[in-house]
């Protein structure tokens, strides 16, 4: 029979059918997924003390003579096994639950060792359920008292079974493992070759070679990854795209209108035959003549001066809207750091080299919020700027869209469903995606779809993104930070208080809306349904309304509410004339209120980290000292936890890193991308110093061998496409 890796399992020497069917359910088929199904820890069993030195508390191995053995039943059908275990130096009692077949092997036992953790007992020591083999008297115990795999089972499949069927694998298999990465990259990695590391993974020889072994390992699951990400910006960056002529814009020349659409080829740098729109290079040729430069209108758009995190994040912007390739850039920016004038002024350059724009908000409240903010900047420059929302009338709708199609309209604000809707543009160059992760390949296409090539991209969160995590998921798009709030700003002031202080948190709503500010209540998250929490809403609402803040304008905000309501409600409520707003978690998105400035979150033990903080960033938008109330009746460690980071801190950045420590990366990536996160081994918050090592090495990979074309890289390569295979990553074009 031949040993080759892909042997089905139940070839495995120790195997067979039954446990082959076993090791199936856990993605284990072939020889090698065996070699590759690495343990989930360790037992060190290499400590062997007399057993009068076994101290209760510590695990250890002992070894001796089985003194005496007796099962006695405990009701319920169920037996304890008690054994007594003795050398020179002492005894010890070990116990089985539920084991009578053990009984038969300790009395033909004569020696035997055992691993367990050693606990105090009424006489003597016990150990409970410990693992342990039968041993003749000459047998130093070697083979027992190692450091031994621990693997990951299934149902039925019992631990001894799985080291059996490592151990023959590794000596049976192992020589056929050819190593993927090339010789050159593991000299300069200073790693180990795979053989060897495989082999001490499953057996290592000291803790050192286990680290060594282990890291290999998590270096190479980083490198398919990274490389996989820098393939794919490297291929956006060969992809055509829109060059805005924003150096003119800047010299304040007018830029004419794209009548001399040329075809372009990046490679040659030469006008090219082009058979697919998007393959279509739009220049924009100017014209020497007097207009006032880019940032003089800026300047004169905005109501205030930029700070300097907004200026840089725009010329960031601005000068990879300047490059034939299409832009994926996302900007990071807290809660009130002012992003949409950063997108405004973007979109500013992209209507003056004579494209239109599209902004896209995560709900109808934003999106009418946006238009509002972008009709004040953009009308008094001759911009006009159409709403898209789903109230609209089927007149306004069909106006809206006829001046956007026939490009008399120079803005489209709406929710990320205007690139499902039939609208067309009649020259889209220019995408804001706010509130939003991520922009997929499907929607980047259906907006190329919308008719002009392969418009920029600009996507912007207020979720701080821990870095490991910009690495991982986010790492084939560049990133823009806006690391600085508009000044005169004052810190948020949070408080923690418990479900019998309400009273007195009342009292203070109470007195700083007398003083003519405004309050949000945030109902608790009863539910993950929307008609639940509405009710929920509701019935706080109606408490409030007729009890405690019964001589103020209570106002109510859910997501069951029909959207012209919603929008009428939010309309009072920036008007000042709701003064307390109970609310779901709708408003937990870029809702801009200066005047609220005091936010009460009702059982904020059910919201996580990264909601709190949204949620808390509807406060403090303005002048106004501001405050956050976070009621919480659970004190579990984890919830106390939070609540003292959110008490703490402000920084979106600690917030968030806390937040991937306490949630793990999969859960914060979010369902759809938690896949590209599937690592056997390697664990992100753990490794996150290799995996910036292993980003570094992609990164000088690619530059030199953009396709991994190369000889050394086949297996490699090969490995990547078994990674896209595997795990359905969600990929941005
Ligand atoms: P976010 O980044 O959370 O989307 P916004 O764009 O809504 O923030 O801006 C928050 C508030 O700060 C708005 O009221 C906006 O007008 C104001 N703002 C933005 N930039 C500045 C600035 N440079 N100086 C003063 N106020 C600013
Ligand atoms: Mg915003």
Redesign the pocket.
Known sequence: MSQGLETEVQYVKGVGPRVAALYKKIGVATAEDILFHLPRRYQDRRNIPPISKARPGEVVTIRGRVRRVEARPIGGGRVLLKAIVEDSSGAICLTWFNQPWVKKQLEEADQIIAYGLVKAGANLDEMSSPEWEAIEADDDGEAFAQIVPVYPLTDGLQQKTARNAARSALDNFLYAVEDPLPPSLLQSQKLRDLQWCLRQIHHPDSEESRIQARRRIVFEEFLYMQLELAMRRAATQQELGIAFPIAALEAGEIPMVREDVSEYDVKTKRTASVSTPQDLFFKVESEKREGEPLWQQIERML?????GA?SRVVREVLSDMALPHPMNRLVQ?????????VAAACMLAAVRSGYQCALMAPTEILAEQHFK?LKNYFEPLGIHVELLVGKLGSKDRKNAYQKIESGAAQVAVGTHAIIQEGVKFQSLGFVVVDEQHRFGVLQRKAIRDKGFGNPDVLV?T?TPIPRTLTMTIFGDLDISI?DEL??GRKAIKTHYKRPFERESVYNKVKELVQQGRQAYVVCPMVSENEKMMAQAAEELYSQLSTGAFSEFRVGLLHGQMKSAMKDEVMAAFRKGEIDILVATTVIEV?V?V?NASVMVIEDANRFGLAQLHQLR?RVG?GEFQSFCILISDAKSEEVMRRMDIMVSTTDGFKIAEEDLEIRGPGNIAGTDQSGSLDFKVADLLQDSKLLEVARQAALRIIEKDPNLNGAEWTKVRHRIKQRRSDVALITVS
Request: proline content about 15%; glycine content about 20%.
């Open positions: 109501p205030f001066e930029m700070t907004q920016g807290d809660v009130g750091s002012g992003k949409t004038a903010n912007m207020a806006i508009p000044p870029g801009d200066p960033g938008r």
